[in-house]
Nanobody, 122 residues
Framework: QVVLVESGGGLVQAGGSMRLSCAAS????????MGWFRQAPGKEREFVAA????????AYADSVKGRSTIFRDIAKNTVYLQMNSLKPDDTALYYC???????????????WGQGTQVTVSS
């Protein structure tokens, strides 16, 4: 059993930055792929970013590419999502997920966190 706990969300002005954290327990994150997803009110959940099990590969949604970085700290068993130049369209509930592969993580993820709310004001 893997438990994922997100933190770091809140209210920020457009153009600002935010770092989300996903602390994992129950399994070392070096053995799983992890990623971030988000869901805005009235919209479906969408992929944001993912990092492979080995940590050598990263993928980003076009909507955040160039503005966001996913990285991990093995010692802290935590994955982060650094987001810069935030836009009101980034407002959503952000979820952390863990699964066997970064490719198709939205479908193969075995574990999900409860989410952390990010609100970007214009």
């Amino acid at each position: 059993q893997v438990v994922l706990v997100e933190s770091g969300g809140g209210l920020v002005q457009a153009g600002g930055s935010m770092r989300l954290s996903c602390a994992a327990s129950g399994r070392t994150i070096s053995n799983v792929a992890m990623g971030w997803f988000r869901q805005a009110p009235g919209k479906e959940r969408e992929f944001v970013a993912a990092i492979s099990r080995g940590g050598g590969s990263r993928a980003y949604a076009d909507s955040v590419k160039g503005r966001s970085t996913i990285f991990r700290d093995i010692a802290k068993n935590t994955v982060y999502l650094q987001m810069n130049s935030l836009k009101p369209d980034d407002t959503a509930l952000y979820y952390c997920a863990a699964g066997p592969s970064a490719y198709g993580l939205g479908q193969n993820a075995a574990y999900w966190g409860q989410g952390t709310q990010v609100t970007v004001s214009s």
